[in-house]
C-alpha cells in the first residue's frame, strides 16, 4: 500500500502537468499550451482567472492568497491590490474548452508519438533510437526520392501530371512533407499498414480517432478534425454575456436572438432564461456578492462572533483563530464569487473547504509546536553549558575592545531565533565588528 | 498520508513539480530531487552535482528540502547534509539566500524584495540558484563568517578546503 502510494499519486487523474504531452518535437507546441493555461502559483488549470495591473493571471483563489501575504504580482513583483483583480473570461473559456478536449488530444498525441517511435526504425533500418534524429533523416529520405520523381517525371515527360500540374504538385507534397510531418506521415504510412483492408474498399479505419469511416470521405473527415457531420457551431455556448450596460434595448435583442438560437427545442420557459440572466448580470455588477475585507483589530470579540455566527461558520478556539477562520472565509467566497456562476460552490462546500484548510493549518502546527518545544528544551537543558561558553568567549575579546558584555547580550538574543550555537552568533558578531572597523 | 498533508493545494503543487522534473529531467542533468519517502510529499531530498570550473566541481551534494504546509505562499527551507564549507552556508548547512525568503524576514539586511521568494518561484528555479551561489558566493550576506573570510583573503586556501572536503566526502 504505502510503496505504491507514491506511483499512484501521480497516476491519479487529476496530477496532470504539460508534461502528459510528448515533447516539442514530437507535438509541436502542445506542452506549452497546456502550460499556458495553468496559474503560476498552484500549476493547476485556472480557476476562475483574474488579471492584475501589469496582466499576469491567476486563480481568483491564488492570488487573493498571495495578496493577503504581500501587495506584488507574484510574477514580475509590480505592486497590486485586490481592486485591481478583473475577470479573464477569455482565460476562463479556454480553460474550460481545454480541460474537455485535453484527454482527447492526449490521447491523439500519444498515438503519434508510438508511430514516430514504432515505425521509424523499422522503415529506416539503420537508424538509432533518438527521435531527433530519426525525423531529419526521414525528411531527406523523402526528399531526395521526390527530387529524383520530378526529375523522371521532367525529363521523361510522360506523366499525367506533368506539363502544366506536375512541379506544382510536387511542391505542394513537399511543403506537406516538411511543414507536417506527423500529418503526411500518417497519411501516406496508413495505406502500407494493417489498417487498410482492400476487400472492404469502401470502409477504412481512420488514422487518428480510428473509427471506420467511407473511403471517399476519409479526406473529409480527416480535414473536418475527425467530426464527419459538419459542425453547426454553437455561438451561443460561447458567446459572453457582456452587456453590463444594461440597457433595455439590448435585453430586448438578447432575448430574440435567444429565442432564435433556441430554435425548435425551446425547451426553457422564458421566464427562467430571464431569471439566470438577472443572476448572472448580478454577479457582473459584481459589489454585492462580495464580502468586505475586515480590519480585525478595530472590532470586539463579540463583534467577530457575530461575525462568524453570520455565515454560519463556528466560532471554537481563541481570537486569534477567529480571525485566521473569518478572512480564510473571506477569500474563499471571493474567490468562489469569481467562478462562472455554474461552477460556483455551495456555502456548504466552501465551509468543508474551510474546515480541511483549519484541520491542515492545525496539524501543521502542532507539529511545529512539537519541534520547538524540543529546540527550546535543548537550549534550557543545555544553559549551563551554553554560559559556560559564553565565559570563555569573553576574555579573548576584552583585549580588544572591551564591550563584551553588549555583545554578549545581543549574541543571547540572537540564540533564541533558529540554531542554537551561540558560539558562531558571537564569533559572526565578532568579525561583523572587525570588518566594520576594517 | 492525510494525517501530514495538510493542506491540498501544496501537496497538488508539489505533485506536479515532482511530476515534471521526473519527467523532464533538471538542465544539464544537474541535481535530481524527489520526496523522501512515500508518505511524505513535504520533506524532499535532492542531489547537487558540484558545478563545473569550481571548487565544487566532481562533488556530489545531499540537501533536505523541508516543505511549509502553506507552500508556495511560504518559501521551503533547504539544508545541506552533510554542511558544505561555503560563505552564504551556515555551519549547520542550512542555504541562506534570498530567494528562500520570504518578502517579510531579511536576517542580513542586505537583500533587496526583488530577488526574494515569491509563490511562482520553485524548488527547479531555487536549486539552479544555489548552483550558482555555488559558483559564485555572496559575500555581502554571509552566513559562515570564517569562511567568508577566507574566501575574502584567501582564496587558494578556501579552495584548498573545499577540494579536501569534497575528496573526503566521496572516500578518496
Known amino acids: ?122 522503415a529506416n533500418g539503420s537508424s538509432g533510437h533518438e527521435d531527433s534524429e530519426q525525423r531529419p533523416r526521414k525528411r531527406q529520405r523523402t526528399l531526395s526520392e521526390e527530387d ?95 452587456s453590463r450596460a444594461g440597457s433595455r434595448d439590448k435585453d430586448k435583442q438578447k432575448a430574440q436572438w435567444t429565442k432564435l438560437f433556441d430554435g425548435g427545442s425551446g425547451a426553457a420557459p422564458p421566464s427562467r432564461r430571464s431569471k439566470e440572466k438577472q443572476k448572472e448580470r448580478a454577479s457582473e455588477a459584481g459589489e454585492a456578492e462580495y464580502l468586505p475585507k475586515v480590519a480585525y483589530a478595530t472590532l470586539k470579540d463579540r463583534r467577530l462572533q457575530e461575525m462568524l455566527a453570520e455565515h454560519g461558520l463556528p466560532t471554537a478556539g481563541d481570537r486569534a483563530a477567529w480571525e485566521r477562520r473569518h478572512q480564510k472565509w473571506v477569500t474563499l467566497y471571493n474567490a468562489n464569487a469569481d467562478r462562472a456562476p455554474a461552477d460556483q460552490q455551495s456555502p456548504a462546500q466552501l465551509k468543508r473547504a474551510l474546515k480541511r484548510w483549519e484541520d491542515g493549518l492545525r496539524a501543521a502546527n502542532a507539529r511545529r509546536a512539537a519541534a520547538d518545544v524540543d529546540a527550546g528544551a535543548h537550549q534550557r537543558a543545555n544553559s549551563a553549558a551554553f554560559r559556560e561558553l559564553v565565559e570563555a568567549a569573553r576574555p579573548k575579546k576584552a583585549a580588544g575592545t572591551g564591550r563584551e558584555g553588549r555583545a554578549g547580550e545581543d549574541g543571547r538574543e540572537t540564540t533564541g531565533m533558529q540554531d542554537n550555537s551561540l558560539i558562531i552568533v558571537q564569533r559572526t558578531l565578532d568579525v561583523r565588528k572587525h570588518n566594520l572597523e576594517d | 498520508m492525510n494525517s501530514r498533508s495538510g493542506n491540498a493545494t501544496a501537496l497538488r503543487r508539489l505533485m506536479t513539480e515532482y511530476k515534471q522534473l521526473t519527467s523532464q529531467g533538471a538542465p544539464d542533468g544537474m541535481f535530481t530531487a524527489g520526496p523522501v519517502s512515500e508518505d511524505d510529499f513535504f520533506q524532499w531530498e535532492a542531489l547537487i552535482m558540484g558545478p563545473k570550473d569550481t571548487p565544487f566541481e566532481g562533488g556530489v551534494f545531499p540537501a533536505r528540502l523541508t516543505f511549509p504546509s502553506d507552500y508556495p505562499l511560504s518559501p521551503f527551507k533547504m539544508r545541506f547534509d552533510p554542511p558544505l564549507f561555503h560563505p552564504n552556508i551556515y555551519p549547520d548547512g542550512t542555504v541562506c539566500i534570498s530567494i528562500l525568503h520570504a518578502p517579510g524576514d531579511d536576517p542580513t539586511m542586505y537583500e533587496s524584495a526583488s530577488e526574494r521568494w515569491s509563490p511562482v518561484q520553485s524548488v527547479e528555479k531555487v536549486i539552479l540558484s544555489v548552483i550558482s551561489m555555488l559558483a559564485e558566493p555572496n559575500l555581502e550576506s554571509g552566513a559562515n563568517i570564517d569562511c567568508c ?17 569534497i575528496q573526503e566526502q566521496l572516500g578518496l
Open chain 1, 1 to 122: 500500500m504505502v510503496a505504491t502510494d507514491l506511483q499512484s499519486l501521480l497516476d491519479a487523474p487529476d496530477a496532470h502537468d504539460p508534461t502528459d504531452f510528448p515533447p516539442q518535437d514530437v507535438a509541436p507546441g502542445l506542452r506549452l499550451l497546456d502550460d499556458s493555461l495553468r496559474c503560476s502559483v498552484c500549476r493547476d488549470f485556472y480557476d476562475a482567472p483574474m488579471s492584475i495591473n501589469c496582466g499576469h493571471s491567476f486563480c481568483s483563489l491564488c492570488i487573493r492568497q498571495a495578496l493577503d501575504a504581500k501587495q506584488e504580482c507574484p510574477s514580475c513583483r509590480q505592486p497590486a491590490t485586490e481592486a485591481h483583480l478583473r475577470k479573464n473570461t477569455a482565460a476562463e473559456s479556454a480553460v474550460k474548452a481545454w480541460s474537455e478536449s485535453r484527454e482527447f488530444i492526449l490521447r491523439l498525441s500519444k498515438a503519434e508519438e508510438r508511430r514516430h517511435v514504432g515505425d521509424l526504425p523499422a
Open chain 1, 148 to 242: 529524383s520523381d520530378a526529375e523522371v517525371e521532367y525529363l521523361g515527360g510522360t506523366s499525367p501530371y506533368f506539363s502544366s500540374r506536375g512541379s506544382a504538385t510536387n511542391s505542394h507534397i513537399r511543403a506537406q512533407e516538411t511543414g507536417l510531418p506527423s500529418k503526411s506521415q500518417s497519411q501516406s504510412d496508413s495505406p502500407l499498414s494493417e489498417h487498410r483492408s482492400p476487400n472492404s474498399s469502401s470502409v477504412v479505419e481512420c488514422p487518428l480517432c480510428q473509427r471506420r469511416v467511407p473511403l471517399e470521405s476519409i479526406n473529409q473527415h480527416i480535414d473536418s478534425g475527425c467530426t464527419l457531420t459538419p459542425s453547426a457551431g454553437g455561438p451561443s455556448s460561447s458567446r459572453p454575456h457582456a
Open chain 2, 149 to 165: 573570510k577566507l574566501y575574502r583573503d584567501n582564496r587558494a586556501e578556501y579552495e584548498r578546503i573545499v577540494r579536501q572536503s
